[in-house]
């Protein structure tokens, strides 16, 4: 989704229902990954689980590696 395209910006809380609703997401089975400290803040506020992503230290490919070993 692109804000400018739905007048929505995160971390405003609407643009996370609008995404969840627009796809039928339940929340808790919902992963949301950012490196903004503010925008996973208002994503767990609302059930989603997140992976606050540290730029430089780690990937999001990793993700895929770290659910693949367990």
Request: without cysteine; glycine residues 4%.
């Amino acid at each position: 989704y692109f804000s400018f395209e739905i007048g929505m910006r995160k971390p405003d809380e609407d643009i996370f229902k609008f995404v969840l609703n627009n796809h039928n997401l339940v929340p808790k089975k919902t992963l949301f990954v950012d490196d903004k400290e503010e925008n996973i803040e208002t994503a767990e506020n609302l059930g989603i689980q997140v992976w606050h992503l540290q730029v430089g230290k780690e990937d999001v490919i990793e993700l895929l590696d770290k659910n693949q070993t367990k």
